[in-house]
C-alpha cells in the first residue's frame, strides 16, 4: 500500500508563486507514476501534471507553462512549482500514484489527503 503526504499548500496574491510537495512511502515513486490534481468546489478532479521514474513529464493544457513537476529520488519526493498563479488556480491539491501515464483520476488507486492552495 503507498502512503503519499502532501504539503507546501497556502494562501498567496494572483502572480506568486508556490511549490508544493509530495512525500511517497518506499520506493513508490521508482515504481509508479506520480501526478499532481486539483479539485475546486463543485468541480472536477483534474489532473495537471504526471512524471515517470526517468523524469518525462506531461502537464495540462491548463496549467502549461506556469507549472513545472520534479523529483528528489533519493527522499521520495515529488515537488510541483507553481508560478503566476490565478485565482481560478485555487483548489485542493492532491498527488497520487499509477502505473498508467495518464492524467485521469480514475485511472491512479493511491491518493494523498490534499494540500489547499488559495489565491486573491
Known amino acids: 500500500h503507498v502512503q503519499l503526504v502532501e504539503s507546501g499548500g497556502g494562501s498567496v496574491q494572483t502572480g506568486g508563486s508556490l511549490t508544493l510537495s509530495c512525500v511517497a512511502s518506499g520506493n513508490s515513486i521508482r515504481t509508479y507514476f506520480v501526478g499532481w490534481f486539483r479539485q475546486a468546489p463543485g468541480k472536477k478532479r483534474e489532473g495537471i501534471a504526471i512524471?515517470?521514474?526517468?523524469?518525462?513529464?506531461r502537464y495540462a493544457d491548463s496549467v502549461k507553462g506556469r507549472v513545472t513537476i520534479s523529483k528528489d529520488a533519493a527522499n521520495n519526493t515529488v515537488d510541483l512549482h507553481m508560478i503566476d498563479l490565478k485565482p481560478e488556480d485555487t483548489a485542493m491539491y492532491y498527488c497520487?500514484?499509477?502505473?498508467?501515464?495518464?492524467?485521469?483520476?480514475?485511472?491512479?488507486?493511491?491518493w494523498g489527503r490534499g494540500t489547499q492552495v488559495t489565491v486573491s
Open positions: 497520487a500514484t499509477s502505473k498508467l501515464w495518464s492524467l485521469e483520476s480514475s485511472d491512479f488507486p493511491y
Open positions: 512524471m515517470n521514474s526517468i523524469g518525462s513529464e
